[in-house]
């Protein structure tokens, strides 16, 4: 049920950009005023104001509900522990067993570890 919810959600916001995105401003009313020849239109006199308006009305209410629905979706899940109990909790992860670093070292014997002075 939620992945049909968020789809619809993905949806609903893809279309409302789209729509948003084609609407004229209300600066462009102005030339149809004027008799700019928007009166021929598909969608009548008005041009496609009211179409487009009611379609984002209708995509912006689908997105709120299913922002609503998401939401309480997520809230159904029950933590019973707080943020501290998890991390005590929660084992520590096992590292490969390491050799000590004196085992990977070489060993200088004991006369060539005297510094040489050379005199002149």
């Known amino acids: 049920m939620q992945e049909v919810v968020l789809i619809v959600h993905l949806l609903a916001a893809a279309g409302l950009v789209g729509l948003i ?12 005023a004027f008799g700019a020849g928007a009166s021929g239109t598909v969608f009548g006199s008005q041009g496609a104001g009211s179409f487009i308006t009611r379609s984002t009305a209708v995509l912006a209410t689908t997105f709120f509900l299913t922002s609503l629905a998401l939401a309480y979706f997520s809230g159904q899940v029950v933590s019973t522990k707080s943020v501290t109990e998890m991390v005590i909790d929660t084992p520590a992860p096992v590292m ?17 570890a005297a510094p040489v002075v050379e005199e002149k």
């Open 21 to 32: 995105l084609i609407q004229q401003g209300k600066g462009a009313d102005m030339g149809a």
């Open 96 to 112: 490969a067993e390491q050799k000590p670093v004196a085992e990977d070292l070489p060993v200088l014997p004991v006369e060539s």
